[in-house]
């Protein structure tokens, strides 16, 4: 989703004030390839297929610097979890302060002229990137779940989702009624959607 030639949807997006919001099963099936050709079970497919495919998506558009020439736009990310995010977000930054002299050459980046991003990856994630709940990880282990919410950035990163009504739904009382302060749950529920699209304005 990075590529350059989605820029004019960038740009529309951010000109309408609008967020743009990816599903899972929305082109990240792994139908062709080596990898998609040998997948053969659900656990590959669904269970871990989706949220690979969400996290290349995320990097690339960080990586190639979608949101240093659109900082205000918004992104949601449907049904890809939200286990990932902090192996995610230090990998990049870790990695990139590493060598991050390819930067300058995507085709985004090279245009502008810039050799570097503005900031670092893991700030883009937790700044310009929104994630539906679904799939929790659970059943939620009180201790491990309040630790991932923490370091999710919870507060301003999720967007409460159930999948319902598939068998993979997430009843809402499984982790966010029951682990968490009244002001994290009101955020999860619904003010952190208000505010993605633009509902609160």
């Known amino acids: 989703m990075g590529a350059p030639e989605y820029d004019p949807v960038f740009e529309t997006l951010v000109e309408h004030d609008m967020p743009l ?3 899972g099963s929305g082109g990240y099936w792994p139908r062709y390839g080596p990898i998609g050709e040998g997948l053969r079970t659900w656990t590959e497919i669904l269970g871990l297929g989706w949220s ?4 290349m998506h995320v990097a690339n558009m960080i990586m190639t610097g979608v949101f240093d020439k659109y900082p205000d736009m918004r992104v949601l990310i449907q049904e890809g979890g939200v286990n990932w995010l902090p192996f995610v977000a230090y990998r990049m930054d870790e990695f990139y302060q590493d060598h991050p002299e390819d930067i300058k050459i995507t085709e985004r980046m090279f245009d502008a002229e810039k050799a570097y991003l503005e900031r670092l990856p893991s700030e883009y994630l937790f700044d310009n990137f929104y ?3 679904q ?3 659970g059943p939620p282990n009180t201790k491990q779940h309040r630790q991932l919410l923490e370091m999710c950035h919870a507060e301003e990163t999720l967007v409460f989702s159930s999948d319902w009504p598939h068998h993979t739904f997430d009843p809402p009382h ?3 009624t ?4 009244e002001d994290l749950r ?3 529920f619904y003010e952190t959607a208000e505010e993605v699209f633009g509902l609160d304005r």
């Open 186 to 188: 009101n955020r999860i």
């Open 135 to 137: 799939p929790v990880a």
């Open 52 to 55: 690979v495919h969400s996290i």
């Open 174 to 176: 499984w982790l966010y």
């Open 21 to 23: 919001s990816l599903h």
């Open 178 to 181: 029951k682990h968490v302060d």
């Open 131 to 133: 994630f539906a709940t």
